[in-house]
């Protein structure tokens, strides 16, 4: 089972937790098992098409998974994955 980390605006959305475990053999199945287990977070990860939202950037043991194979990334048992959702800023 894939290590998650949760980042802390998503939190609310799998009971304040940290981390979670969810299993899956890609980077997708490991992210719809995560969505099948806590509903909120399917629409802050997924977009309508299935596809991963445009800000949010998930990480393979500290691999960008977008300059991998995207959703289709293997996923080992002790893997972890981060999610981290893009931040925007700017000045005035």
């Not at 995207?70 to 925007?88: K, N, R, Y």
């Amino acid at each position: 089972m894939a290590k998650i980390k949760i980042p802390p605006v998503l939190r609310p959305s799998v009971g304040g937790e940290k981390e979670v475990h969810a299993d899956g053999g890609d980077v997708g199945a490991v992210l719809r098992a995560l969505a099948e287990q806590h509903p909120a977070t399917q629409q802050q990860l997924f977009g309508a098409d299935g596809s991963l939202n445009r800000y949010v950037n998930v990480y393979l043991n500290d691999e960008d998974v977008r300059v991998l194979d995207g959703l289709d990334t293997t996923v080992g048992e002790s893997d972890t994955l981060v999610i981290l959702p893009a931040m925007a800023g700017g000045g005035a």
